[in-house]
């Protein structure tokens, strides 16, 4: 039985009466809550709209669609993410790109988007992996230059700061995950934040059907009021049960990343000293809300990153290997033709994701270092 998971949401009693008083209310799904929650995350990045949506993957669905990316279109974006990443952007009939990622940060290379621009290009996707902002002045440089557009993947990265700016307030489109490993979670949804008001209202029609009205306006309208479908649009509508959980989700947020915070920093001190292993790297341009933490074991380390994991798990402690590679994932070999990215394919055999968590006491920290420097050693 494992021991120590490698993440575990933070839910309370409040999140259990916020979900009660939506259920006994008879409204659940698109509704007022879900006005809510978008309202404070707009407060909180400091964004002028936001859309919320059934995922993150579905939120960079529409961000892609609602600027007129689709088929014959590039999109530049790392291999070293979630496959969520890439996907969203085929299913916007578009094609991805992958660039090389910085050895120290593992994210986009700005030193490797341009030699991957062409007339076809119409985007620039970033991600902030596990929480760490890309460098996005570098990034934006490159796009006004090449007049594309910026989408930011910050599945991970919700409270994190690029030079004291938050993330979600930089880039055309911003996109957030509110599943389970997150800062934050209503169980499964994402956002989109932009200043775009054109974009953003596109997001919302596509959102529900390419309905010009939403259930909630109809409902509350004193006239009756009929919808037209101007757009093709899609089910990717966030509830009021789920936006219930993450208004009560937001109150707690700056208590999740100061404990993340604490804990990666010791993970850092303690692990660091280990000949054998890198802590992660965080420039100064960067607050990190450390969604998770990644270690890397250097070449000369005495066992392999899979045979780690494997000891770790014989002890009860659950880890995961740091991001996949997409353009080494089968579909991806199969369909498009091969691409060298030698430091995403050196990050992908090196590191490991190590539990991080709200609720991880001292003594469960503890647990996870002691093993891996006995085991590293």
């Known amino acids: 039985m494992i021991k120590i998971p490698v993440a575990k949401p933070f839910l309370g009693e409040e999140e259990a009466e916020a979900v009660r008083e939506v259920l006994l209310s008879g409204w659940v799904t698109q509704g007022k809550k879900v006005e809510e929650f978008e309202g404070i995350i707009c407060q909180y990045v400091g964004a002028k709209y936001a859309v919320a949506t059934s995922s993150c993957t579905t939120a960079l669905h529409l961000s892609l669609l609602s600027l007129g990316i689709g088929a014959g ?41 341009e030699e991957k621009i062409t007339p076809r290009t119409k985007a620039i996707l970033p991600v902030h992996q596990v929480g760490l902002p890309c460098d996005m002045e570098e990034i934006i440089k490159i796009a006004k230059k090449h007049n594309l557009y910026v989408i930011e993947d910050a599945a991970c990265a919700l ?60 409902h509350v309208a004193s006239r009756i009021v009929f919808e037209k479908y101007t757009e093709l649009g899609y089910n990717y509508r966030l509830t009021d049960i789920q936006a219930a959980v993450g208004i009560q989700q937001m109150k707690k947020l700056e208590k999740f990343i100061e404990k993340r915070r604490y804990l990666s920093e010791r993970y850092t001190r303690l692990l660091g000293k280990n000949e054998f292993l890198i802590p992660p790297h965080v420039p100064s341009y960067a607050f990190h809300n450390f969604q998770s933490y990644i270690l890397r074991l250097k070449e000369n380390a005495p066992i392999s990153r899979d045979e780690l994991m494997g000891k770790l798990l014989d002890k009860g402690i659950a880890t995961r290997r740091g991001v996949m590679a997409i353009h080494l994932e089968p579909y991806y070999v199969e369909n498009f033709a091969s691409v060298s990215l030698p430091e995403t394919e050196k990050a992908l055999n090196t590191t490991i994701i190590l539990p991080l968590y709200t609720q991880m006491t001292q003594e469960e920290q503890d647990y996870v270092i002691e093993n891996i420097s006995r085991i590293c050693a």
């Open 73 to 113: 279109d590039e999109v530049i974006l790392p291999s070293y993410t979630f496959i969520a990443t890439a996907n969203a952007v085929l299913h916007a009939g578009a094609r991805p790109i992958f660039a090389d990622i910085d050895s120290k940060t593992y994210n986009l290379d700005p030193g490797k988007i």
């Open 159 to 218: 409270g994190s700061k690029y030079k004291d700016k938050m993330i979600g307030s930089i880039g055309d489109v911003t996109c957030f995950s509110f599943h389970p490993r997150k800062p934050i979670t209503t169980g499964e949804g994402g956002v989109i934040t932009t200043d775009l008001p054109d974009i953003a209202e596109k997001c919302r029609v596509m959102r529900s059907h390419g309905a010009s009205v939403s259930d909630l306006e109809r």
